[in-house]
């Protein structure tokens, strides 16, 4: 039976709803309100907030002085492009986890884990050292951590399935900041600095843990019948996850990507540092509004009220999608 | 063509071995039931000679020719699953010429095949509806239809019947029975079910623990159980076992003696037994007995016998229906 509450307890908590919604919905209204006035009235002391000159010259000299469209264009064709490319790689990884997921019964992998990548980075080392005239620059340090990682790879392939998710989950937790200097000095020399290919890509390597978890969550919930039953008329592997598969994962498909999309279009770290005009997206656009001589904050409103409407929208009419996919797994 | 054999057939998960060397030969055209308790192997069994598990070692003949190494889409099987699966977001007409489209068959004989098959189920009105629009029955009826369009060497049925309610489980044990005289071909049945089993076989195949404990025809099975599990396994309610100093006398360490080969008297006979439960069916009577002499009793009688429970009842075996074995559960001839 639903517990009953009093009114007046119903009252009180739809109250403090609407409260706290509208304390966290204040910032981005603020920030539409502040986008119309002219720059003095934003600075003003007391804040006005809504009787003042309602003004539309900001968002005119806004697209004055840079290319809204351009960095837009960037924006959706980056988050859109890496993301689908991102599927095209996560769907059959997710597909190998959730239904041939690989259990070898080891243990203390990590320890052997951690006792090969040492062993191949000494064995590098020492390698290097044997040849001589090395130079200890980004490149020995780099090609030392890639050789590091091929144990990494084998381990990979040949073990757990989970141990595999557990690592891919890893690489979200370190702060991108901490590879900033290799990552510019690679796409410096591959000329990936400020190139729609080379943020992709990189958008792309952030995103598919993501994409690879969601969609491992989404299949685990197919029954594996339905997929044998497919087998079992005759389909091959690619049949079997383009006509059964992907149409009867496709809400969990779409939730995956619209979150997926959503924080590429926010990525505001690698945007910033690896684009300068060609392949800027809005984020970079926002940016460009803080100004030496100080903050313009009706110009720099009105930008990021241009930067942040596309995705709101979206975000708006793909609600019950959204909710779904974030609170997936939280009620069998 | 579709005759089946299973040679040396072991299949371990890890350290757990599931299917312990399992040998059998399955006729073209026969209606082979597996039967056995939960856990003993019979759907893994099936999913091997499926090809949806691999095998561990042994090997798999269809028609004569070792398809160990091939895949379930190109063994020529088909199969119906315990959950039917459907493929939801497909119409009753696509999941049934599903396997014909992938077979790349023109649109034109897709349709034309279909069609023949809806009809043969009566599924014709349905074609276009999705399989959540459909009763548990008709799934069903789509599940065997997107087997049976497709014309296998061999129809496998993993426990169909097991989600259908009693009354359509028995209409649609008759209706598979139609189907396999209709069409003729192998069809190879696991349920749990030992009146499934008894009813729909020409060949029980009855498991336990993964091995094969016996092979034979119902009545063969039911009338020579060749050990204590078979024979306390077929036939409802179990059969009486009994040990001890009854069983020693006829030169046995256990009897047996099903409840309906049992003749009761409220005078005179073999065993003095207590009435503890009768049920009245209707049709049968259950007497269920305690006797000091051999034990619990389970007796059925024919028709409505007046007997009520505290009642003193005399119980003697049939001779000729008297199964007999020895120490390590084995039939004695």
């Known amino acids: 039976m639903a517990r009953r509450q009093s009114t007046g307890k119903r009252i009180a908590v739809t109250a403090l709803a609407w409260v706290v919604g509208l304390l966290i919905f204040f910032p981005i209204l603020w920030t539409f309100l502040t986008s119309f006035k002219s720059e003095l009235d934003a600075f003003a002391y007391p804040p006005k907030f809504l009787f003042f000159h309602w003004t539309l010259e900001n968002y005119v000299e806004v697209q004055d002085r840079s290319n809204y469209l351009l960095f837009a264009y960037n924006s959706i064709v980056l988050s859109i492009g890496a993301n689908v490319v991102g599927l095209f790689i996560a769907v059959p990884a997710a597909w190998s986890m959730a239904f041939a997921p690989t259990v070898v019964p080891e243990r203390s992998l990590t320890r052997k884990l951690y006792a090969m990548m040492l062993a191949a980075i000494a064995a590098a080392a020492i390698l290097l050292w044997l040849v001589g005239e090395a130079r200890w620059d980004w490149r020995v340090y780099g090609s030392v951590v890639a050789v590091a990682t091929l144990p990494v790879i084998y381990w990979i392939m040949t073990r757990r399935t989970t141990d595999v998710l557990m690592w891919m989950l890893s690489t979200k937790m370190m702060p991108g900041v901490g590879v900033l200097v290799p990552i510019f000095l690679w796409f410096r020399d591959l000329h990936l600095l400020d190139a729609r290919f080379g943020i992709g890509l990189m958008l792309l390597l952030m995103n598919l843990p993501i994409l690879i978890w969601m969609l491992y969550t989404y299949f685990k919930e197919i029954p594996v019948d339905i997929l044998e039953a497919a087998r079992m008329d005759g389909a091959s592997l690619m049949n079997e996850i383009l006509h059964v598969l992907t149409p009867m994962a496709v809400p969990g498909i779409a939730s995956t990507m619209l979150l997926a999309i959503i924080l590429s279009w926010n990525e505001a770290f690698w945007t910033l540092n690896l684009t300068t005009h060609d392949a800027a997206p809005l984020t970079a656009f926002i940016a460009s509004y803080s100004a030496p001589e100080g903050l313009f904050w009706a110009k720099l409103s009105a930008a990021s009220t241009l930067a942040i409407a596309p995705i709101l929208i979206l975000g708006w009419f793909s609600q019950k999608q959204l909710v779904r996919g974030l609170t997936f797994g939280a009620v069998k | ?333």
């Open chain 2, 1 to 333: 063509m579709g005759s089946i054999e299973l040679k040396g057939v072991r299949k371990a998960f890890g350290t757990v071995s599931v299917i312990n060397g399992v040998d059998l030969k399955i006729e073209d055209g026969e209606f082979a039931v597996f039967v056995g308790p939960s856990g003993c192997g019979k759907s893994t069994l099936l999913r091997l000679i499926a090809g949806l598990e691999d095998l561990t070692s042994g090997a798999v003949l269809i028609n004569g020719q070792d398809v160990t190494a091939v895949g379930p889409a190109k063994r020529g099987l088909a199969m119906v699953f315990q959950s039917y699966a459907l493929y939801p977001h497909m119409s009753v007409r696509g999941n049934i010429g599903f396997a014909l489209k992938m077979a790349g068959e023109k649109p034109g004989e897709v349709e034309r095949k279909v069609g023949k098959a809806a009809a043969t189920l009566n599924l014709t009105d349905y074609l276009d509806r999705k399989p959540r629009q459909l009763s548990g029955g008709q799934r069903q009826r789509v599940a065997i239809g997107r087997a049976i369009v497709r014309e296998p060497k061999a129809f496998l049925f993993d426990e169909p019947l097991s989600n259908l309610d009693a009354a359509l489980r028995v209409q649609m044990r008759v209706e598979i029975g139609e189907l396999h005289n209709a069409l003729k071909t192998t069809m190879i049945y696991v349920t749990h079910d030992q009146v499934e089993a008894m009813t729909m076989a020409n060949k029980i195949v009855v498991l336990d623990k993964g091995s094969v404990m016996q092979v034979g025809s119902p009545l063969e099975l039911y009338n020579k159980p060749n050990g204590l599990f078979v024979a306390s396994f077929i036939g409802s309610p179990t059969m009486n076992l009994i040990r001890g100093e009854p069983a020693a006398k006829r030169g046995a360490a256990t009897i047996g003696i099903r409840p309906e080969h049992a003749d009761v008297s409220t005078t005179a006979g073999e065993w003095r037994a207590a009435v503890r439960v009768a049920e009245h069916l209707g049709s049968d009577t259950f007497l269920h007995a305690e006797s000091e002499t051999v034990g619990p009793l389970t007796i059925r009688l024919a028709g409505e016998a007046p007997i009520a429970p505290g009642d003193t009842i005399f119980v003697t075996p049939r001779q000729a229906h008297l199964h007999r074995f020895d120490q390590d559960g084995r039939r004695i001839a």
